[in-house]
């Protein structure tokens, strides 16, 4: 399981458009990135996923670089209601892998 | 809506009782569902890989005769929290994957576990 690094935390503005990256230096061919919101005494919800270079959906966009090694989470026009932990995962897309978090990026948004 | 439903969202019970936790996937059959224990200001930690019909895969670390894992069925799987102590309270969460490539796992909203 590719290991992944992210920054701890982040802070931001209402209306502004949020990125964060994260690394997987050792990510493998089969494996996919996945990304996930965390709120306070919730499980996390899945946002987004890809395997190489861009996806888009209606919450967020994920850019992957042709080495796959980073991806980034780009989130537009953000709100306080985003302020949240935001975990980057890699591993296999395949039936019953299981999933090892890092320790996620908490995003501030403020007013 | 939710695909996995966890049950209870909380529960407070005093040292030395056993507490059952439910894991539900709404409308889909997992084979594969997984246990996670989440203490405050931390992430996840994995502690078992639940598999219907068979024995849990536990993480190291993680007692499988204090956290007793039962799939009996595609749609559910139960953890139980033997001879629980004030170290068990926690946040347990369960997640549930369909099985197919490009499906993501699909969390519970988790259950706030109090040992007084």
């Known amino acids: 399981l590719a290991k992944t690094t992210q920054p701890i935390s982040m802070d931001s503005y209402e209306g502004q458009e949020v990125n964060i990256t994260c690394s997987h230096n050792?990510?493998?061919?089969?494996?996919?990135i996945t990304w996930y919101q965390q709120f306070p005494s919730q499980g996390p919800r899945f946002i987004i996923q890809g395997y190489k270079t861009k996806v888009t959906n209606e919450v967020a966009s994920l850019f992957i670089p042709a080495d796959r090694k980073s991806s980034t989470l780009s989130l537009p026009r953000v709100s306080l209601s985003d302020t949240a932990v935001y975990y980057c995962?890699?591993?296999?897309?395949?039936?019953?892998?299981?999933?090892?978090f890092g320790a996620g990026t908490r995003l501030f948004v403020k007013a | 809506g939710a695909v996995v439903s966890q049950h209870p969202s909380w529960v407070i019970c005093k040292s030395g009782t056993s507490v059952k936790i439910e894991c539900r996937s709404l409308d889909f059959q997992a084979t594969t569902m997984f246990w996670y224990r989440q203490f405050p200001k931390q992430s996840l930690m994995l502690m078992a890989t639940?598999?219907?019909?068979?024995?849990?895969?536990?993480e190291q670390g993680v007692e499988k005769d204090k956290f007793l894992i039962n799939h009996a069925s595609l749609t559910l799987s139960t953890l139980t929290v033997t001879s629980a102590h004030p170290e068990d309270s926690s946040f347990y969460i369960c997640?549930?994957?369909?099985?197919?490539?490009?499906?993501?796992?699909?969390f519970g909203d988790g259950t706030r576990l109090s040992i007084l």
């Open positions: 997640s549930a994957d369909r099985g197919l490539v490009n499906q993501p796992q699909h």
């Open positions: 995962l890699v591993g296999e897309r395949t039936g019953g892998f299981k999933t090892i």
């Open positions: 639940s598999n219907e019909g068979s024995k849990a895969t536990y």
């Open positions: 050792n990510i493998a061919t089969n494996d996919y």
